[in-house]
């Protein structure tokens, strides 16, 4: 008897070691997978700008980018204590000013300088929902708690999509012309859009993402949203506020990644620094003892290794 269904994966090239140059941007779920990168010594870049929930946010970011197009005074408010940006996530927020053009710019360089280096560039979008600011008549990618009434909220159609999701390919192709596009529809919940809400919004991402991914050279897709959905099936896998995927979900997804995208050559090296990583993060009784010293030079030997063979990594 079949008690579980399984997605059938195959493996993808060009595959992601360590000598890859990755950039994830979109949900927090792209920063779910972005950790997972960083505890294992990947080389990776991560939403410059914060979590970026729908393809208008990302598409926005990577025209300044493209076009090197500055934040400026106009792209900032005062409200609550702090200044923010409508295009950024609230940890860019800062009490001065000209701090959070600095924040902003900033990452607008380090967008431009990692989409230059990219091998991989994953992509995770959340939902086709999107948010207009009446005042300036522009689709935010953060609302920042300000009042409902300041913005007209609507979902995106799937040609709007298809016409974004051919923009943002074409720009990350402009930048690298050999950059593998890796999409991904987000498997958190967005159910403050409502139940039905959600799932229309997903339709849409979908369909209109496979018509991108079925007529463009090097776009990948992969199933994030479908191995929630369809492999666990339970909402023992999310959290307590049954919205976002919990650490089991993200480490089952994980592993379905690592297992089609990531060189199973490197698959050593991971596990190398999976054991120095609970090693450094291991709390001795006794952290005088002459056990717990050797331990750590034990450690350090084995890290200085690694570094020497990969000068990116730190432990």
Known sequence: MKLQTQLPLEKQT?????HSKLVLLGSCFAEN???????????????????????????????????????????VFFSNGCWQSFQAHSRLNSISKPEILVRLNSALKSTQNQLKNAS??????????????????????NCHKQPQKEFEKSILSVDQ????????????????????????????????DGFVENNQ???HLMAALHTEINTTENTRYF?????????????????????????IAIDYIWDKFK???????????????????????????????????????????????????????KF
């Not at 949203?225 to 650490?247: A, G, K, S, T």
Request: hydrophobic share 40%.
């Open 259 to 313: 297992s089609i995208w990531i060189d199973a050559q490197v698959h050593s090296t991971m596990q190398e620094v999976n054991q120095l990583q609970k090693g450094f993060a291991h709390k001795p009784f006794n952290p005088l003892s002459i056990e717990h010293t050797a331990f750590l030079s034990s450690l350090s030997k084995k890290a200085q290794a690694l570094e020497s063979q990969f000068p990116f990594m």
């Open 120 to 141: 991989h560039v994953i992509l995770t979008f959340g939902t086709a929902w999107i948010y207009k600011h009446i005042e300036t008549k522009s689709t935010v990618a």
């Open 14 to 18: 060009p595959a992601i070691n360590y």
């Open 161 to 192: 999509l298809k016409d974004s999701f051919k923009e943002i390919v074409s720009i990350l192709k402009s930048f690298n012309p050999e950059v593998i596009a890796i999409f991904s529809i987000s498997p958190v919940r967005h159910l403050k």
């Open 201 to 203: 919004s997903k339709s």
């Open 33 to 75: 997978i972005a950790d997972k990168f960083s505890y294992y010594k990947f080389q990776n870049e991560t939403n410059p700008l914060g979590v970026l929930f729908h393809p208008i946010a990302i598409l926005d970011l990577l025209k300044r980018a493209h076009c090197n197009n500055p934040y400026t005074e106009k792209d």
């Open 223 to 247: 199933p994030s949203y479908e191995l929630l959905m369809d492999e666990l099936r339970d909402y023992r896998f999310y959290n307590e506020d049954m919205v976002h995927p919990n650490q």
